[in-house]
């Protein structure tokens, strides 16, 4: 609507101008070489209007005719890049379907097309990826290293390559220049720092990762310099002191529920004297996590307190999470070193039904302290052979006896404190091998309480017109093997649970002999 207004306005605008001439005629006389030429104004001025515009088509032809071989060229080449930007696409597609033959054909024409495109390097590299050419892949990642467009992709490549051969130097020097750009990427980082992880250094793996913060999500950030954090403290602990408390109440303040932070904050504050501040970050972290190690942290944090004044202390910690088996356990060790052993048993009595292998083993512990009877020791040591497992500090399949900040792999946190094998699930219907007889068996009442002295009789199968059909025993379809942590009873050579060593003789009566039958 606006541009018709402005086209109406000035068509009205040169519509006044030429009433406007033509309403003052006048002459106009040229005298050039001899010759006069004499007319109106108006005709000189539409004459001037049909000159500039004849000159203004020359010009335009003239142009075109000079300008001909290059618009020629531009049209081959557009035509040049429009078929190899459809090569490009027909070999990133069959890359994407796992065509080989088609991605390779297509990378050539394109390469052939197209030299030196971006997508054309790229398509070339994938497709010599997918074939198992790595040289070629190489080849092609290096020339993209060259351009400042594809420079980052270029050394990603490159990195994947070394790792694929196994050359950690060439993945770590394509990783530090690839973190020298900007803005940062996160593979650069993830990989500069997983390398000064795996070889203990971990200030320059704190420079790494503050490198990738703007990369990193704010929680995941906090972890990960915990951690390290930790593990520098920890390198510096037989060094220096100061600077090792300083290291681990900033992990502490980063992540409250990391365990190893907690611990050994306690330990370096109780040694620093500084008791009040200690309790209060292991009380907050056993809040978070109830855990051993925070426990002993705990139960050291004046040095000469007695047994029993150890023993409180535990009491006031379990009561701070209650209902924790962690808890149990801690008041129960402290109870038998302060040689309380109905306390330690009051401690584990909740647990007692089904023990884990801790809570089994620190009960034999306390027969043996107490009353010293082999036989319950050797009971519930058999209990403990065949308990569930306890959680440790397990990474990639590896069961460590104190936490690590990288597991196996190079992870960095990559410590958990689970059961060991739990993701393997043990709930599993178990098909026992059935009897070859198929009738149940009764027994009639008299035959169920047999006289002082007598013989029981055998169970009678029951009447029937047909004899009973023996039936093949069924195998069992999963077979029952020992886990790689519970060594079994056969490691032992238990075939049934211990029991303790009777002081008297047992009494002779035909109760006793009729549960002899059953046992």
Known sequence: MIRIVLFLVWVAILAAAVAWVADRP????????????????????????????????????LRAILRSPEQVS???????????????????????????????????????????????????AQS???????????????DMTKRDDTKLLGLRGLYIEARRRNDADAARLAAEEAAKMQPPVAWAGQALLDYRCGTGDWEGALDALSHMKGALEKPDYRRKRAVLLVARAQALENIDRDTSRALVLESVKLAPDLVSAAALAGKRLSEAGETRKARK?????????????????????RLGDSARERLARMRKLADKVPGQLEGALAVARAALDAREFAAAR??????????????????????????????????WMARAVRASGDPVWTADGVVSERWLPVSPNGRLDGFEWKVPLAELGVARPVIEVLPAVTQPITV???????????????????????????????????PLVHAP??????????????????????ANDAWQRLRQLFR
Do not use: C
Not at 110 to 120: F, I, T
Not at 494 to 499: A, G, I, K, M, Y
């Open 26 to 61: 006048g002459d106009v006389a040229i005298t050039w070489m001899g010759y006069r030429i004499e007319t109106s104004v108006m005709v000189a001025a539409l004459a001037i209007v049909l000159l500039a515009f004849a000159m203004m088509l020359v010009w335009t032809i």
């Open 74 to 124: 531009l049209f081959f080449r557009h035509r040049r890049a429009i078929k190899g930007y459809l090569a490009i696409s027909r070999g990133l597609i069959a890359i994407g379907a796992g065509d080989l033959r088609v991605a390779r054909k297509s990378a050539d024409e394109a390469v052939r097309l197209s030299p030196g495109d971006p997508l054309a390097l790229l398509l070339t």
């Open 128 to 142: 010599a990826q997918m074939a198992g050419d790595r040289d070629t892949a190489e080849r092609a990642f290096r």
């Open 281 to 301: 970050i292991l009380e907050a972290a056993w809040t978070i996590n109830p855990h051993p190690d925070i426990a002993e942290s705990y139960a050291n944090l």
């Open 346 to 379: 009051t401690a584990l009595a909740a647990y007692l039904s089904a023990p884990t292998r801790r809570v089994a083993a620190l009960m034999a512990e306390v027969e043996e302290a107490d009353h010293g009877d082999e036989g319950r020791v050797r009971e």
């Open 444 to 478: 009639t009442p008299a035959e169920s309480k047999p006289e002082p002295g007598a013989e029981r009789p055998p169970p009678k199968l029951p009447k029937s017109k047909t004899p009973p059909k023996p039936t093949k025993a069924v195998d069992a379809v999963i």
């Open 485 to 506: 942590d519970d060594p079994g009873l056969d490691a032992g050579g238990l075939d049934r649970d211990p029991v303790p060593e009777p002081t008297t003789p047992p």
